[in-house]
């Protein structure tokens, strides 16, 4: 059984920085592709940021350049460098391999 834990969220002031892990029990993140999303109130779930099998990324372009999702093999366990935040941010933030998703840790940046 695949199984996601997510954390590292909290509550930050604009500027500040946080780091998001994600740890996968089940599954070996290296063959997939790994995902960073956030859901917001209100709002639509959308991909933050992804990292390929091979490593590649890819980024949404309100995160470009202030966002970074790198992985440890090692350690089973995919992160989300987070930099710069805007209270924008704010959200629920989860990560999703073939489907299945963690119960997210909340993001909260006041202005």
């Known amino acids: 059984q695949v199984q996601l834990v997510e954390s590292g969220g909290g509550l930050v002031q604009a500027g500040g920085s946080l780091r998001l892990s994600c740890a996968a029990s089940g599954i070996i993140f290296r063959g997939n592709s790994v995902g960073w999303h956030r859901q917001a109130p209100g709002k639509q779930r959308e991909l933050v940021a992804a990292?390929?099998?091979?490593?590649?990324?890819n980024y949404a372009d309100s995160v470009k350049g202030r966002f970074t999702i790198s992985r440890d093999m090692a350690k089973n366990t995919v992160y989300l460098q987070m930099n710069s935040l805007k209270p924008e941010d704010t959200a629920v933030y989860y990560c999703?391999?073939?489907?299945?998703w963690g119960q997210g840790t909340q993001v909260t940046v006041s202005s």
């Open positions: 999703m391999v073939r489907n299945t």
């Open positions: 990292i390929t099998s091979v490593g590649s990324t």
